[in-house]
């Protein structure tokens, strides 16, 4: 007689529908616990000198964008002429400047730069070589592994993409969303398909060293074939990496205003078993021409030579010097974030103050959740390395929420490595929450 198999696990309900909200976690703890009470913390932070063998890296916010995307929740500007852009500009490096003479800069020079937005690639060849000299000239480039640029195709031309590569852009990233003229058009996009092939062939005679492609799944009006013709686009043009994001929708997009008009609770797009299945979809095929899929997100050709050090780093707790309206940093374990609009940035600046509008410090307990979760988004992670650096096992810290994601067959411990395997990682910011403290799992942005 043989034995019963044993009972499946019961795993948690999947979301099914897309409903409004924040899915990707970025950071923690969520950002709906940073106060300005808190402010206090952030200028100590700042009169501190680093801890030993922390990496610098700067995060530079460019807001403006030809359009609004339908999908965008972020600080965005569409009407700003060339002198309000300079100001702004002008603002950014005023803020630099203040930070350069702060003890917590401790004499170091950044391992990694990162420019987004908005439409980083929307400022003019002469804005961007004033902004970039204005940098170089406080904070040296000399030590920098990787310099980042986001890019919106229908904004490059050959002449400023070999701007971008004379500045020291070494990774660019094109936001291409999808490839379909009407996919693009009722997103929001401002760049059409034709866009994308004259930057992308630009790009490829200029010679960075790295060149990514975005691609979100559920976007409105998009169909499996539609899906389909996109990753064997995405093969063909043969680029350095792929991130592929599964579509959400923010408080505060256009999706969202419209939702709540029409009294609908769920969003127009994708619902997360299909972008699931289509992002599954995309790695097999990645697969199958060479890629290796080394996060949640991200495919990458050669993963002996692409690298993502912004991610890498922040990730593993170095600072992030962050300037720009609505930025968010971290120096010395407090995390802040600029004012939120722009002529309060650009004013406070203009009389001699930093715009830092709220900050929080994490508690040692807060640190470790943090990086974690962060971390396994790749993956994989080492306990020892948890344990060198916090003096705690995750292993036993963790141990409920680890067994339960196991339990769900998600997650696998191996000797000194932590796994989540594909169907975990197509799903994991919100098996992520299992990590959080109680006060933070029901938090609006996570």
Known sequence: ????????????????????????????????FWKKESLPEIEAAMEREPAVDTPLGVYAHIPFC?????????????????????????????????????????????????????????????????????????LPWDEVKEVTFECEPGTLTNKKLKTLHEIGVTRLSLGVENFDDHILEINGRAHRGGEIDRAYGYA?????QQINIDLIAGMLDETEDNWKACVAKAIEMAPDSITVYQMEV???????????????????????????HWTD???????????????AYTAVK?????????????????????????????????HYQNHHDFDPYVEQLGNGDLPVHRALTPGDD??????????????????????????????????EPLQRIADWGFLTIEGDRVNINREGLLQVDRLLHEFFLPEHRNARYA
Request: aromatic letters at 14%; proline letters at 6%; hydrophobic letters at 30%.
């Open 1 to 32: 007689m043989s034995t019963p198999a044993p009972p499946t696990p019961n795993k948690p309900p999947l979301e099914t529908k897309t409903t409004v909200g924040n899915y990707f976690v970025s950071n923690y703890p969520p950002f709906s």
């Open 66 to 138: 030809r359009k609004r995307c339908h999908f965008c929740y972020f600080r965005v500007y569409t009407d700003k002429n060339a002198e309000s852009i300079r100001s702004y500009l002008d603002a950014m490096l005023k803020e630099l400047t203040i930070y350069v003479n702060k003890p917590f800069i401790g004499g170091r020079k950044p391992s990694f730069i990162y420019f987004g937005g908005g439409t980083p690639s929307y400022l003019s060849s002469s804005q961007l070589f004033h902004l970039t000299d204005g940098m170089k000239g406080l």
């Open 204 to 208: 490829r005679e200029v010679g960075f």
């Open 250 to 276: 923010p408080y505060n997009t256009t999706i969202y205003k419209r939702m709540k008009e029409e009294g609908k609770l769920a969003a127009p797009v994708a619902d997360w078993d299909t972008k699931r």
């Open 281 to 295: 979809y995309a790695y097999n095929e990645l697969a199958k021409n060479g890629y290796t899929v080394t996060s």
């Open 302 to 334: 050669d993963s002996s030579k692409v690298t993502f050090e912004y991610r890498d780093q922040l990730w593993a707790g170095a600072d992030l010097l962050s300037v720009g309206v609505a930025s968010f940093g971290h120096i010395g374990g407090t």
């Open 366 to 399: 807060e640190r470790l959740i943090r990086e974690f979760v962060l971390q396994l988004k790749l993956g994989s992670v080492s306990l020892q390395y948890f344990t060198n650096k916090f003096g705690t096992n995750p292993a036993d810290r963790f141990a």
